[in-house]
């Protein structure tokens, strides 16, 4: 195996055409070089150097890798600095992938913030709702997943996601616990409740539903399920405004993430606390070796702290 250290000695032996000039310009001594040099030929396994007399030129061998040494040290050097830069948060790539209504509310402040702190360090943002977003992190096609997961009334997980072991092979940062809220037109029996007031699932057991999500409308039967009844399903749609339309409109009642509630203006519409509460818990996932990775730590501590404004 050739050594960089090795290349580096060859290079200054042909400039300078002598062990004692290389290690004066190597800062090192005449024996040192000699060694070196020594080491390079058992590596290459053909001699690289004609030694006569106080002379030495480059063998054939010497002079083709002499030639090649260039590029491999510049190479060596460029990725050296990259690295570096990597590192020290001066430059690097996150790929970040997020369920919409946390795209809408953590990751623009977390984004800022990491931009001001670290300008040189780029962040590519895709919208996938999980299960999709983990599979995308396992597979490796992105960096940082944002992801969510039920409770159900009683407070333990929703059965689709409660397994033990779910995400025993991925590092999950806790984020926030995001409650449901029900959502009902404003001039609707239920809306003179009032923000100190809660409404039971069950209140809205004849009501048009408009669902969400895939997985937020398996939730939602789910709650509503355990309360006694199925809801009726008029509408359904993964745009949370889209939602809030067709509620304001007077189509229906949906339950929906306060998260997401954060991010629309509920025209026409009116959120009331929902009982028994039904939460979901929001993190950010990554794989154990790219949590060491600067920039994806740093992505990480900036979501934590856009989800701490939040709470």
Request: net charge neutral.
């Given at each position: 195996?050739?050594?960089?250290r ?22 090192c ?6 060694q ?25 061998a010497?002079?083709a890798l ?7 040290l510049?190479?060596l ?16 790539r996150v790929?970040?992938?997020?369920f ?17 702190a ?20 396992r ?27 779910e995400w025993?092979?991925l ?14 037109p404003e001039?609707h ?6 923000p100190s007031g809660?409404?039971a ?6 009501e048009?539903?408009?669902a969400?999500?895939p ?31 067709l509620?304001g ?6 339950v ?7 991010s ?22 990554t ?16 979501l ?8």
């Amino acid at each position: 195996m050739i050594e960089a250290r090795h290349l580096r000695v060859l290079r200054a032996v042909a400039a300078t055409g002598s062990f004692s000039a290389a290690g004066r310009e190597l800062g090192c001594t005449q024996p040192a070089v000699s060694q070196q040099m020594k080491a390079l030929e058992a590596s290459v396994g053909t001699p690289l150097l004609i030694r006569s007399g106080r002379e030495m030129r480059l063998t054939q061998a010497g002079e083709a890798l002499v030639r090649h040494a260039a590029g491999i040290l510049s190479g060596l050097t460029a990725a050296e600095e990259e690295v570096a830069a990597i590192a020290g948060l001066r430059a690097g790539r996150v790929r970040l992938v997020s369920f919409p209504s946390g795209s809408s509310t953590l990751v623009p402040t977390a984004l800022a913030a990491l931009r001001a702190a670290h300008p040189g360090t780029r962040v590519s943002l895709e919208e996938a709702e999980p299960p999709k977003s983990v599979e995308l992190l396992r597979e490796g096609d992105c960096d940082i997943a944002l992801a969510f997961r039920y409770e159900r009334a009683t407070g333990t997980r929703d059965a689709e996601q409660a397994g033990e072991g779910e995400w025993d092979d991925l590092v999950v940062r806790p984020l926030l616990t995001d409650r449901l809220v029900a959502l009902v037109p404003e001039r609707h029996r239920l809306a003179r409740t009032g923000p100190s007031g809660s409404v039971a699932i069950g209140d809205l057991a004849g009501e048009p539903w408009i669902a969400g999500c895939p997985r937020c409308r398996g939730q939602l039967v789910q709650v509503c399920e355990s309360a006694g009844f199925t809801p009726r399903i008029d509408f359904a749609t993964d745009d949370y405004p889209a939602v809030v339309g067709l509620v304001g409109a007077g189509l229906g009642v949906a339950v929906l993430p306060q998260l997401a509630i954060e991010s629309v203006r509920p025209r026409g519409a009116r959120a009331v606390t929902l009982e028994p509460a039904v939460r979901r818990e929001i993190v950010a996932l990554t794989l154990p070796d790219l949590a060491q990775v600067p920039a994806v730590s740093a992505t990480l501590e900036q979501l934590g702290q856009a989800a701490a404004r939040l709470g």
